[in-house]
């Protein structure tokens, strides 16, 4: 089979299209600018709905995460990027309910928080996606009493998929002193699971790559430079480009994974290779597995 045809199948099979033509453009919400990136060859019924709420409280803008956008676009998601404006990004969710096929709140970082205080507002949001999920609420509340009551808890919510860069969380001491970027203000998952008994957790671990790897190259490669947040030791775009599709990857597969009874009929085999049930502990992908996923994507499938 020749690598076009090869490709062209891979485009119908797994929802993957190359260099998918995307229709950018712009919502106003609360004098706040959303911006809106989806494939323009399909109607919205059709298209589940990716709602970014980026790093740093979703205050980093979405230019900074371009190449990642046009691989969750190359699998036919919508990416709404919101802003740190709750307001407007709930009245946003509000109007496009039911524009869409399905509603899937997506965070990187901090920008957890942020979606945590608008997911349990929409009865209709029963899946989301968490990459390296920081919770750092305890700094930027000012409810002093909120400090002591736990706010992770998800009234609507069903399935989660945490995705994180392993290379985060670890440190070093020798040769050169790291500090890991993460840790102290980590997500803690076994204390998400305790507090949503009812809520299906996976997750998926990239041994090699940083908390920076998701942004375009330039940002990536300052960050990983300047020792703030490492991330993959080879830096070419090849391997950023692998990355963000596998993250795209996983993200469809997770969207799209067959009915609740389909999948309880597999749970043993899902929960032993890359995934948690809420009555299992919390597993992670051995170096090995997670290199081989990662190495699938070659230089052929962006020529």
């Known amino acids: 089979?020749?690598?076009?045809?090869?490709?062209?199948?891979?485009?119908?099979?797994?929802?993957?299209?190359?260099?998918?033509?995307?229709?950018?453009?712009?919502?106003?919400?609360?004098?706040?600018?959303?911006?809106?990136?989806?494939?323009?060859?399909?109607?919205?019924?059709?298209?589940?709905?990716?709602?970014?709420?980026?790093?740093?409280?979703?205050?980093?803008?979405?230019?900074?995460?371009?190449?990642?956008?046009?691989?969750?676009?190359?699998?036919?998601?919508?990416?709404?990027?919101?802003?740190?404006?709750?307001?407007?990004?709930?009245?946003?969710?509000?109007?496009?309910?039911?524009?869409?096929?399905?509603?899937?709140p997506l965070t990187h970082s901090s920008g957890y928080v942020s979606a945590l205080q608008t997911i349990n507002k929409q009865k209709n949001i029963k899946k989301a996606v968490f990459l390296d999920p920081v919770d750092n609420s305890a700094l930027i509340n000012t409810n002093l009493f909120d400090f002591f009551n736990d706010k992770n808890n998800f009234n609507y919510l069903?399935?989660?998929?945490?995705?994180?860069?392993?290379?985060?969380?670890?440190?070093?001491?020798?040769?050169?002193?790291?500090?890991?970027?993460?840790?102290?203000?980590?997500?803690?998952?076994?204390?998400?699971?305790?507090?949503?008994?009812?809520?299906n957790i996976n997750k998926i671990s990239a041994e090699n790559y940083g908390h920076s790897d998701v942004?375009?190259?330039?940002?990536?490669?300052?960050?990983?430079?300047?020792?703030?947040?490492?991330g993959s030791e080879n830096r070419d775009q090849s391997t950023m480009d692998e990355y963000v599709n596998w993250l795209a990857n996983e993200i469809y597969e997770f969207v799209n994974e067959d009915s609740d009874e389909n999948s309880d009929e597999n749970s043993d085999e899902i929960s032993d290779e890359n995934s948690v049930c809420s009555e299992e502990p919390i597993k992670e992908l051995s170096n090995d597995y997670s290199r081989s996923i990662l190495n699938l994507y070659n230089e052929d499938r962006y020529s």
Do not use: C
């Open 1 to 104: 089979m020749s690598i076009k045809l090869l490709l062209l199948v891979l485009s119908f099979t797994s929802g993957f299209v190359l260099n998918t033509p995307v229709n950018i453009y712009k919502r106003n919400y609360n004098k706040e600018i959303i911006k809106v990136y989806e494939p323009e060859m399909q109607d919205k019924k059709d298209m589940n709905a990716l709602i970014f709420y980026t790093g740093a409280n979703s205050l980093i803008p979405a230019d900074i995460y371009s190449n990642f956008i046009k691989a969750l676009n190359n699998y036919n998601f919508s990416v709404t990027v919101v802003t740190n404006d709750n307001i407007a990004t709930n009245e946003l969710l509000y109007d496009i309910r039911d524009e869409y096929k399905n509603l899937i």
């Open 158 to 199: 069903e399935s989660l998929l945490v995705l994180n860069a392993e290379k985060s969380y670890k440190g070093s001491i020798f040769p050169k002193l790291e500090i890991p970027f993460i840790p102290a203000f980590a997500l803690d998952l076994k204390k998400l699971e305790k507090t949503n008994p009812d809520l």
């Open 215 to 230: 942004l375009d190259s330039l940002w990536s490669d300052l960050m990983h430079g300047s020792s703030i947040s490492k």
